[in-house]
Structures are given as structure tokens and as C-alpha cells.
């Protein structure tokens, strides 16, 4: 930690800090930023040059050598895992990122500086931080079990103790101890609590940070120190005169076993502060604690725009006293909270990973917590439902609704229900029952699983969802083993295992009538700016290879779906492609107020019959409209077309629209452009997220009573309104694509693999998804891309294996600890040939009468893809800032319950979360900084109408990632392995001038190059000499034959196909016009359009916390 200055103390009123109103990086007016810093998502960046020069970030304190080895050394280097050992800007990198001390390994003792700053909890399953004290603050108390040496790092494994009056709950206790302290200011003001000393036998389940009492600044750090430390007590105001004080004495740092942290400090002397110990200046208020110490030859970034100070500045007398407030601009840059010190989801993300992805996860334990999205693991279904299908935010719900309500955890699950599964996972077996169909409940219709128990020597079973009786008809009759068991357990998916298919009967299908295969149409736009950026070419030409591939049954020779073309601009062309023909034929439709399809037969065809006569109609759409002068588009018509069509074949389908403009021609759905930017930040800024017209709404109902899915692609140049285009793609269950300022050459690639994914992808069509609940709740809310017509239905005239739905529960009586809480989804759904099939989730959940069990068997990840969701939705009838605060006060109010009812006693400067919530605080303030809800003076209308419907129907790994990004340093990594290099945190401050990163949130893709970056690392990499010479405009890497570039292409490969949509590369040199892009996703820093930093919304947090106790 560092005694800088004086920050503004958490107890008084923050002016300014209502909607986290910041000023640029680093406590510095962004003078230099332009107003148009970043373009709109997935189209090129305008108005960059004219941005003023850069204030240099990444730049080393005067006189410091490099960052990065010189170019000298580079013979003598053994591996490109070196480069950049400056990687860290708070402080020089280890050399080697993931060293660590061996577990049994002790510190030095005596007078020297310690080789690490320490930073490992004891075991555990909370976590305890302090924040800055004016005394040292110490509390809590120990376990007394070691760490188990099997831990990799970080925190270890939980070790639960129980007693009497506390729930099982152990403390993960962050230790960062300073060296030694040596000159301690006397003058330190009470902090008005009674000393607390540790509870003998109690656990303290906490991630506890401390926090200066009202009035004073922020001082020195010590944390509580690991298992097997004896524990100093807890001390509030100055030091005790004479040799009675506990704790360590002020020359020996305590001796312990810790492994270091990822990412983290060297601690010792800095150059140029004295003695060790000993910091020069003014003293501040309170402990002052030794400075670290950077490896040799690196000097830590002083005041630059990496946000914290590493030493005492020159010429600064004493501390700032200015109005305390997050925006006040001190002389003297704020002291704050070490970003190393509070939980770090890389930590939390490598913990898992290492603690959970060598074993299997088995389904068959009731109520389990998965491993994170984020760990790769295999799953066997043993009775539930895999998690790639069903995720809770709560594996153990509170039995009553009171409860629910004092805790305030939504109780959720984000259901995937076609989700892909990996290659080593068995998709869901698929259950013929014969004409009877599937077996179901009398009363409720829940379909038959695991969770039936079978009576009477088997001839009946009762429900699990409702407690009926139902008898067993005689085909399907088996008896019973010694435990009650059916006989044909295994045999039978649905009675042991959490997702299967039944074949429907035709009671199932719409009219009575086994389905028709489905069809696709294929709708392009031929105006003026469709064919002037090669759109129009691009995408005729890809579709005489792409019709190959539409989706086929198993095993099936040939797909079952029938195709069909339109194109339009102000009227509509349809054509004739029957196999019988030589040339298509064209009709052209120009009474677009009342819509129908000129022909029937030859419209909808099988491609291979009709291959000749669609290559010949491929080949002159964009030879006829070439020479078209013909700007104005219609929208609504083509949708009603596309409609019309399948209607009158009988059959569901998608319609693949590609589109260009805002369509003002005289039509049914005519748009005006209505964009307003002086509406954001006002009470009527929701009605840009809301459709201009019912137009859309009423035809998006018909298109999903029909089947009919809507897909659309958007080329746009300028303003298209995304809120009302996109209305019937979201309520009809399609995807929507964006292409701004699309040039076939730069951004082809993106587009046609979108493309390709798109048409080839698992759907199910004409579906309905009902979720079923044992008594006690019932889903009562949705979230997603669908229709409702009723409460309880979700209609989906498709579903695709990308798309997730989220559901809110809520009591509707009480739960029972030993039944448990079971949740049953049942989708209906059309496959790719025409038959029609349920495929069925089952999941059970514990139930517990304790808060502390809740919280902890909670899953953040979910958690935040529903506070998202909820607050996506929001915004259509709420001012953005209002929504802010309804999820900052609902997240303080889950915290805060966690620590009045389950954490042990102990100081209110003290923030304490549960472990598995420990990641609340900035993977929610990430959402509150995202461009729906806070945008920037440059984010477009259409970008945030954009990104609120990719959201909506997201599942939790998309949402994961993509509000905070994965950051991975491409000079660490391994060539001769399969493995990314371990991921470091989002922020400016972990960037090293010496290193290359690759970013990605999955819609954007970038490589980050530092000035300082290695030259045979740059060769070996973009076949250029030096830094200057990379060229920005790349967007592929040069296939280049060495080892780097070979491992590089590969991790940007692995990464896109990861990700359900295709991300463009962008390569951002340092300092370079593109960087305030990059950096509007490092996610830990403050943005520009205000949103705070990590470290000051958890201050903030704190603060709301202390409010909602007092």
C-alpha cells in the first residue's frame, strides 16, 4: 500500500455520485478525448483524427529504464515467456506469472524484505478483506487446519466447523502483510467500537474489508492473518504504550506458509524511499505501511494514468482536505483501496478451474453446485439435468417466502434447452412410447421422471410435482426391486436420468396433424446500398456452397427443408425455381398494402431437385439490380410475404432478411427516423427502446401462431431503428446481426461465417416451453426471446441451440427441507424433418431453513445474467438511472442480510460478503457501466437497442464473458501447450508497455500491442520490424510459419469458436486512436461515460451495506 494523500471518507454523503458521475482515467478531465471516441459495435470507428494527443499511459516514472527486456537481451532469452516481465503496471510481474512458493515453504524472518507480498486465505468458505483503517483492524477468527497442500493457489477448499448458535461457515481470509511499521502517528481518532476480540469456536464466513470511521482518510492495510498464525487482537484507535502490545513485533514480519497470488506484488523497499520501513514525507493519519519493493531493474508506474500512486510524491506538504466526494479533484491523487487486496475474478475463476475441471461432475446428488462456467468439465447425467441445460442462481432455496423476502436472492434458472453439448457428452436419448405417448401425471401433466415414485408393487406412482396418484397403464407396467426401484431403472432414460426426448403424438401437433417439414426463405434487400457494398454479391455467391448445409436429421442423407427466394426494394420479386424449368421465373408484387404470394408451386423447393434452375437465379439477382438507382426500402410487407408463404405451404420456417435501411417508402410499417440523443439521461429515454409502431407488435403475434422465425441481418449505414426492426425477430424467437458500415471486403468474413453458423445451427420449431414446479413455488416471470399469450406458456415460433430463457420463481407456499424443490421443463418443439418431440430438463433443488445454507449454495454468474435481463427490461418503462439504483439496492440488500444474520460480529468499518458471492459487487458494477444503462456520448440508439436484444436471450457463459472480458497475455504464452495463458484482470493497470494481450467478450476481439513490445516477438508475429511498423488495419494475422504465430492464430481461433457469433480482429496499438475502444471493455476502470471503478463501487457498495445495518 501506498500513504498518499487523503480520500474521502465513506461515512459522509457523496455529492455527485448518483450516477457514478467520474471524470476521466486517473482523477484527470479527458481534455484530449474526442466526443466521438469509439464507433458504434461491429463497424468502424469514427472520428478519431481528430483526437488529441495521448496523455500516455504505460509511461515508466522518469529516469526508469524500459519495461520490457531490450532488444540486446533477446539472444539470451530462452522462451518468449519473458517478454514484458514489467506486465503489471501496480507493481513489476514475477517472472514467471504462475510461480509459486511451495505450500510448505516458509517467509524469511528478521529484518529483510519479504521475496512476496503475501496473499493466501486460510480454508474456508468466506472471505475477509480489509479496506483501509485508521488502527489496525484485525478480526474474526481462525480455523486451525493447514492449507491442504494439494491447492494450487489462491483460496483453498472449504473446511466447515460447526457450532452451537452459527452455521457451518469458515473464513477466507485475504493476507497482505506489510512490512514492518516503524513510524506510527499517535494523533489516530477512535473509531468509536468497542475492541472485538475473535469469538472462541466461531467461523467467520466473510470476505471482510475494513473502512475508515466517518471522518478520517484512508490509511495503511493489514489484513487477518491464515491458519496457523497466531492472532493478534483486534485493535481500534492508537497503539498501546509499552511492550504489552500483541501481534508481531515491528521487526519481524510474521513467518507462514503462503503461496503467492497470480498477477500480484513483490513486497519490499522501493528505490528511492529510505529505510526500509520508513516512508518520507508528511506522516498521514493513522498506521503507515511500508512500500513494495519491484524486482530489479523495474520501477513501478508513479502517477500515471494507472490510478493509484506507488510513493510519495515531491512537493506535496500535506495530505488534501478538500470536500470529501467521488468527484472532488484533490491536488493530491486519492489513496485508495490495493486492487489486489479485493476479490479478483481471475482468482476465483483459476481456483475453480484447478479445484473442479479434473473430475466429472455426476447429476445424481440433489442440489449440487456445478463448477463455473468458465471451468471446463465433463458432465454425467445421473438423474438431473447437466448444467449446460438448466442453471440456478440458489441450489438451496429458503423454505418460506419470508425467508426469500428478508434475503432478497431471486430465486432463477437460465434454461437452455437445445444447448449444444461437447463431443464426450451423450445428447439426450430419445423415448418412443407408441400411440399412447409419453407417460404423465393425471392431475398436472408433468411428464414422467426420476423423481415418480412408484406404489402399490408398481401399479401406480405418485407425483413429485403435485403428490397425485396415477395408475400405471398395463404396457408400461414393471415391477418393483427391494428399494422400491422399477426393474428397468436403467433402461429407461426418463426414470434415470434429467433430460431426454419423447416422440410426440399427433395430439401434440397443431390441428391434429403430424407436421409438414419446415422451410427457409431467403429475403434480399436490392437497393442502392445493398449492391454498392458488395452485399448483395457476397451473398449470392455464398449460398450456391451454403444450401449444402442445412440442417439434417441424424443421419439423414439430404435435409428435409425446402427453400424459397425474394428480393425487394420498394415492391417485391418473387421467384418460380421448379426443377422443371431452364430459367427461374420472376413475379413481381408493387401492391405492397395488401401483401400476398403470386405463385405456390415452384416457390418452396428441395434444393438438390431444383439445384440448376437456383445457381442460374443466384448468378443474375446481382447482374439484374446492378444498375439500380433505388434507395428506399419496405420492411413490414417482406416480413407479411415471408408469412403468406409458409401459411400457404402449410408448414413452419425461417425467414433469413437481409437488410440496409430505414424503411421510409409508402408501405405498411413505414419507420421515420426519430433518433434524439438529447432524450438520454431523461425520463422519456425509454421510448427509444420501444417500437415506434404496433405494426410490428401485431404481426409479430401472427408470425408465431404460424411458425414463422424471423432472422435478421442489418447492413446499416446510419440510423435503422433497432428497437422496432427487431421487434418481431425478438418475439419470434430469431437472432438479429449487425454489420455497420459493412464493406464486403473487411467485414465478408464475419458476415458469412454469422451466416453459415446461423442456417446450420440446431432449432427446434413451432415450440412451447412450459416449466413445471413441486408445490410450494411456481415460475411467475421470463425472460428472453419469445411471445406470451398467457402466464404460463412460452411460444417460440423457433429455438435455436444458442438461445436461453431465464425464470423467475416465487413462493406460493411453504418448502420442505426433506423433498426438496423440483423443477420440470417440457419443450414442444418441431425438429428439422417434421416430427414433432418434447424434450424434457428435470432438476431437484435442496431447501433449508437456514440463510446461511442460501448463501451458500449461490451461483453469481446467474445471478448477474438475471439482474441483467431485469434490467434490460427495465429501461423499456424506467429512467436508466432508476434502474441503476433499484440493482445497486437490491444487490446491498442481499449483502447486508448476509452479514446481520450469518457473518460473526464484528466492526461496521468491516465489508464482509460470502464467499460465493464475493464477485457481486464487480460483475454487477460492470453491468451498471454497460451501454444500455450508462451509455457514451458515442454509442448510438441503435447500438444499445442492439446489444439489449443480443442479452435478452444469452445464457450465463455469454453474459459471463461479456461484461467482464477475458484479458489474456499473448507474450506468456506456452507454445509447446495446449493451454491459453492464465487470463489477468481488466484493468489499465495490469497492462505491461512490454507486452501483446488479446481481449474478447464475444462480439469484439482484440490484440493489444505495448510500445515496448519485444522486436522478435513482433517479427514472430506480424512479419514487421518493429512496433511502428504494425499495421492497425489488419484484420487477420499473417500466417507465418514459427511456433508464436502459429500458437496466436490458434488461441484467436479456439476463442471464436467458442463464442456463438463471429468476432472481427481488431489490432490496437498503444497510444493509438483505437486504444479508447480497448479500453472502454477493461472493465475494472472507469469508464468514460462515468461509470465508477472497481475499487470505488465497492467504497460505494460498502457504503449502502452500512446504511441498510444502521
Not at 401434440?508 to 452485399?535: E, Q, R, T
Not at 435478421?712 to 426492426?725: E, I
Not at 430469431?734 to 464486403?744: D, E, L, N, W
Not at 467458442?1058 to 475494472?1084: A, G
Request: charged share 15%; aromatic share 10%.
Amino acid at each position: 500500500m501506498n500513504q498518499q494523500g487523503h480520500m474521502a471518507s465513506y461515512g459522509q454523503p457523496q455529492p455527485g455520485y448518483q450516477g457514478y458521475q467520474q471524470f476521466g482515467y486517473n482523477n484527470q478531465h479527458s481534455a484530449g478525448v474526442p466526443t466521438t471516441q469509439y464507433g458504434p459495435y461491429n463497424g468502424p470507428v469514427q472520428g478519431y483524427e481528430t483526437t488529441a494527443a495521448s496523455q500516455g499511459p504505460l509511461r515508466p516514472a522518469s529516469g526508469a529504464p524500459p519495461t520490457s527486456l531490450p532488444p540486446s537481451t533477446a539472444a539470451h532469452s530462452t522462451t518468449y515467456s519473458q517478454y514484458g516481465q514489467g506486465d503489471i503496471q501496480n507493481g513489476p510481474a514475477l517472472t514467471d506469472q504462475m510461480q509459486r512458493f511451495p505450500v510448505s515453504q516458509s517467509y524469511m524472518s528478521g529484518g529483510q524484505p519479504m521475496p512476496y507480498q503475501q496473499y493466501a486465505p486460510p480454508p474456508s468458505n468466506a472471505q475477509q478483506l480489509p479496506n483501509q483503517m485508521a488502527a489496525m483492524q484485525i478480526s474474526g477468527s481462525t480455523n486451525n487446519a493447514p492449507p491442504p497442500v494439494s491447492q494450487s493457489y489462491g483460496p483453498p477448499t472449504s473446511h466447515h466447523q460447526t457450532t452451537a448458535g452459527f452455521p457451518p461457515t469458515g473464513p477466507t481470509v485475504y493476507t497482505q502483510y506489510s512490512t514492518p511499521v516503524q513510524n506510527i502517528s499517535t494523533n489516530i481518532p477512535q473509531a468509536g467500537n468497542p475492541p472485538q476480540h475473535p469469538f472462541p469456536g466461531q467461523t467467520v464466513p466473510a470476505t471482510t474489508f475494513t473502512s475508515p470511521p466517518t471522518s478520517m482518510g484512508l490509511t495503511g492495510m493489514n489484513l487477518s492473518p491464515p491458519a496457523g498464525v497466531p492472532r493478534p487482537t483486534a485493535m481500534h484507535g492508537p497503539p498501546l504504550p509499552g511492550p504489552s502490545q500483541t501481534g508481531f513485533p515491528p521487526s519481524q514480519p510474521p513467518i507462514g506458509h503462503y503461496p503467492p497470488q497470480p498477477n500480484h506484488r513483490p513486497a519490499g523497499p522501493q528505490p528511492g524511499t529510505g529505510m526500509p520501513g520508513v516512508v518520507p514525507g508528511p506522516p498521514s493519519q493513522g498506521f503507515q505501511v511500508h512500500p513494495t519493493q519491484p524486482s530489479q531493474g523495474f520501477i513501478p508506474q508513479q502517477n500515471g494514468s494507472f490510478g493509484q500512486m506507488r510513493a510519495p510524491q515531491p512537493n506535496y506538504a500535506a495530505p488534501y482536505t478538500g470536500t470529501p466526494s467521488y468527484s472532488s479533484q484533490p491536488q493530491q491523487q486519492q489513496k485508495r483501496l490495493d486492487p489486489d487486496s479485493i476479490p479478483s475474478p481471475i482468482q476465483v475463476i483459476e481456483d475453480d478451474k484447478s479445484n473442479r475441471g479434473s473430475e466429472p461432475f455426476s447429476t445424481g446428488v440433489r442440489g449440487q453446485v456445478p463448477p463455473l462456467v468458465t471451468t471446463d468439465f465433463v458432465v454425467k447425467d445421473q438423474g438431473n439435468s447437466s448444467p449446460r441445460f438448466v442453471r440456478c442462481a440458489a441450489y438451496n432455496l429458503p423454505c418460506t417466502s419470508d425467508m426469500a423476502k428478508q434475503c432478497q436472492v431471486p430465486l432463477t434458472a437460465v434454461i437452455k434447452p437445445l444447448a449444444t453439448l461437447p463431443a464426450d457428452e451423450t445428447p439426450p436419448y430419445i423415448v418412443d412410447h407408441g400411440e399412447t405417448g409419453p407417460v404423465r401425471c393425471n392431475r398436472c401433466k408433468a411428464y414422467m421422471c426420476p423423481y415418480m415414485q412408484f406404489i402399490e408393487g408398481g401399479r401406480r406412482f405418485q407425483c413429485a410435482f403435485c403428490s397425485c396418484v396415477t395408475e400405471v397403464l398395463p404396457h408400461y407396467f414393471q415391477h418393483l426391486d427391494h428399494t422400491g426401484k422399477r426393474m428397468d431403472y436403467y433402461d429407461r432414460p426418463e426414470l434415470s436420468l434429467g433430460s431426454y426426448e419423447f416422440l410426440a403424438t399427433v395430439d401434440y401437433c397443431k390441428n391434429n396433424k403430424i407436421p409438414n417439414p419446415p422451410a427457409f426463405i431467403f429475403m434480399i434487400d436490392v437497393s442502392y446500398n445493398a449492391l454498392k457494398s458488395g452485399l448483395v454479391h457476397l451473398l449470392c455467391e455464398e449460398l450456391k456452397t451454403l444450401l449444402d448445409y442445412l440442417p439434417r436429421e441424424g443421419n439423414a442423407e439430404e435435409s428435409s427443408i425446402r427453400v424459397g427466394f425474394v428480393t425487394y426494394n420498394k415492391v417485391l420479386h418473387f421467384y418460380n425455381v421448379k426443377s422443371s424449368l431452364a430459367q427461374p421465373q420472376m413475379m413481381v408484387v408493387s401492391d405492397i398494402a395488401d401483401m400476398f404470394v403470386p405463385l405456390l408451386d415452384g416457390f418452396l423447393v428441395n434444393v438438390n431437385e431444383s439445384r440448376a434452375v437456383i445457381n442460374s437465379l443466384l448468378e443474375q439477382i446481382p447482374e439484374m439490380f446492378g444498375d439500380t438507382r433505388e434507395t428506399e426500402t419496405v420492411f413490414g410487407p417482406v416480413i407479411q410475404a415471408g408469412l403468406e408463404a409458409l401459411k400457404a405451404a402449410e408448414c413452419a420456417g425461417k425467414l433469413f432478411i437481409f437488410h440496409s435501411t430505414l424503411p421510409l417508402a409508402e408501405a405498411p410499417g413505414k419507420l421515420k427516423n426519430r433518433d434524439d440523443k438529447k432524450l438520454i439521461n431523461t425520463d422519456k429515454e425509454k421510448v427509444l427502446f420501444q417500437p415506434q409502431t404496433s405494426f410490428y407488435n401485431n404481426l409479430a403475434k401472427e408470425c408465431v401462431a404460424q411458425g414463422c422465425c424471423v432472422d435478421l441481418f442489418l447492413f446499416p449505414n446510419q440510423y435503422v431503428d433497432v428497437a422496432t426492426l427487431g421487434l418481431v425477430t425478438y418475439q419470434s424467437g430469431g437472432s438479429i446481426y449487425k454489420y455497420t458500415y459493412f464493406q464486403a471486403q473487411a467485414d465478408g468474413e464475419r458476415f458469412l461465417n454469422d451466416l453459415h453458423r446461423d442456417v446450420r445451427k440446431v432449432i427446434g420449431f413451432d415450440s412451447v416451453m412450459r416449466v413445471r414446479t413441486s408445490t410450494g413455488i411456481r415460475a411467475t416471470d421470463f425472460f428472453g426471446s419469445f411471445y406470451m399469450s398467457n402466464t404460463t406458456d412460452v411460444e417460440l415460433a423457433a429455438l435455436d441451440c444458442d438461445k436461453a430463457i431465464t425464470v423467475e420463481f416465487k413462493h406460493d407456499d411453504k418448502l420442505n427441507e426433506d423433498n426438496g424443490a423440483q423443477i420440470q421443463c417440457a419443450l414442444l418443439y418441431t425438429s428439422c424433418s417434421g416430427q414433432r418431440r418434447l424434450r424434457i430438463h428435470n432438476l431437484s433443488l435442496n431447501c433449508c431453513t437456514q440463510l446461511a445454507d442460501l448463501y451458500r449454495n449461490c451461483e453469481t454468474d446467474t445471478l448477474i445474467n438475471y439482474f441483467v435481463k431485469l434490467a434490460y427490461r427495465s429501461v423499456l418503462s424506467n429512467p436508466t438511472k432508476t434502474v441503476r439504483d433499484t440493482l445497486i439496492n437490491q444487490s446491498a440488500q442481499i449483502l447486508a442480510c448476509y452479514r446481520k444474520n450469518c457473518a460473526s460480529p464484528s466492526s461496521a468499518g468491516q465489508l464482509i460478503l460470502p464467499e460465493c458471492m464475493k464477485l457481486l459487487p464487480v460483475y454487477l458494477n460492470c453491468v451498471l457501466k454497460s451501454d444500455v444503462i450508462q451509455p457514451g456520448a458515442e454509442v448510438s440508439t441503435d447500438d444499445r437497442s442492439y446489444i439489449r436484444q443480443l442479452v435478452t436471450s444469452m445464457d450465463v457463459a455469454e453474459t459471463s464473458v461479456f461484461f467482464y472480458p477475458r484479458l489474456l497475455p499473448v507474450h506468456k504464452m506456452d507454445v509447446d501447450s495446449d493451454d491459453f495463458p492464465v487470463a489477468i484482470r481488466c484493468s489499465e493497470e495490469r497492462l505491461s508497455k512490454g507486452g501483446i494481450y488479446l481481449l474478447e467478450n464475444g462480439l469484439n476481439l482484440f490484440i493489444w500491442v505495448g510500445m515496448n513490445t519485444q522486436h522478435d516477438l513482433i517479427q514472430s508475429i506480424f512479419n514487421v520490424q518493429s512496433f511502428g511498423q504494425i499495421d492497425s488495419a489488419l484484420s487477420a494475422l499473417p500466417m507465418l510459419d514459427n511456433p508464436y504465430s502459429k500458437k496466436l492464430r490458434s488461441m484467436v481461433d479456439m476463442t471464436r469458436a467458442q463464442r456463438p457469433r463471429f468476432m472481427k480482429l481488431m489490432i490496437v496499438k498503444q497510444d493509438d486512436k483505437m486504444e479508447l475502444l480497448f479500453k472502454h471493455f477493461l472493465m475494472e476502470d472507469k469508464s468514460a461515460s462515468g461509470g465508477a471503478s472497481y475499487v470505488d463501487f465497492l467504497c460505494h457498495m460498502h457504503k449502502e451495506i452500512r446504511q441498510l445495518l444502521s
